[in-house]
T-cell receptor
């Protein structure tokens, strides 16, 4: 079974721009969660989508948003990028609640 | 609010020695607790979860609700155990993992 895939793997953007990251979950998984990983804050939960609905949300500003499509693929958008948004963004998929989450390789976003 | 604490950023042990990675949590409900591991140049992956009570790669972890701890233990460390270990908590019935800051384990041959 193919693992979680994320595109693009690397991205460089300028302050003030916006960015969209994509995540394709494992086939059959309907839950997709997003995490931000930085050296200073570690791994932080952004949000989770299940059957196209946002089910949980972390403590991030409204500039961070996401959506999920009917095929369970998910996108994450960050508007008005700030230098502090530079991070590794991880996506994870799961069959159901509180079960094993399978992580993707991440998208490395650099904001200059 | 929930919080996961891993007090050791770095831990080095000799091969064959016992290893214990500490994890403490705070959460007002009944948490789901996990240990995730990231080997060099690999993805973050689940090592074990408290509800399954199984041993993976010789590692075990017992949930102690009185001490709010979920320490990871292995009686005899192997070189291949060298990795970054994260303790994580999910709220009851949710997929929102709250991670500790991680412990980098190095097993010295």
């Amino acid at each position: 079974k193919a693992g979680v895939t994320q595109t693009p793997r690397y991205l460089i953007k300028t302050r003030g721009q916006q960015v969209t990251l994509s995540c394709s979950p494992i086939s059959g998984h309907r839950s997709v969660s997003w995490y931000q990983q930085t050296p200073g804050q570690g791994l932080q939960f952004l949000f989770e989508y299940f059957s196209e609905t946002q089910r949980n949300k972390g403590n991030f500003p409204g500039r961070f948003s996401g959506r999920q499509f009917s095929n369970s693929r998910s996108e994450m958008n960050v508007s008005t990028l700030e230098l502090g948004d530079s991070a590794l963004y991880l996506c994870a998929s799961s069959l159901a609640e509180a079960l094993e989450q399978y992580f993707g390789p991440g998208t490395r976003l650099t904001v200059t | 609010a929930q919080r996961v604490t891993q007090p050791e950023k770095l831990l080095s042990v000799f091969k064959g020695a016992p290893v214990e990675l500490k994890c403490n949590y705070s959460y007002s409900g009944s948490p789901e607790l996990f240990w995730y591991v990231q080997y060099s140049r690999q993805r973050l992956q689940l090592l074990l979860r408290h509800i399954s009570r199984e041993s993976i790669k010789g590692f075990t972890a017992d949930l102690n609700k009185g001490e709010t701890s979920f320490h990871l233990k292995k009686p005899f460390a192997q070189e291949e155990d060298s990795a970054m270990y994260y303790c994580a908590l999910a709220q009851t019935g949710a997929n929102n993992l709250f991670f500790g800051t991680g412990t980098r384990l190095t097993v010295i041959p």
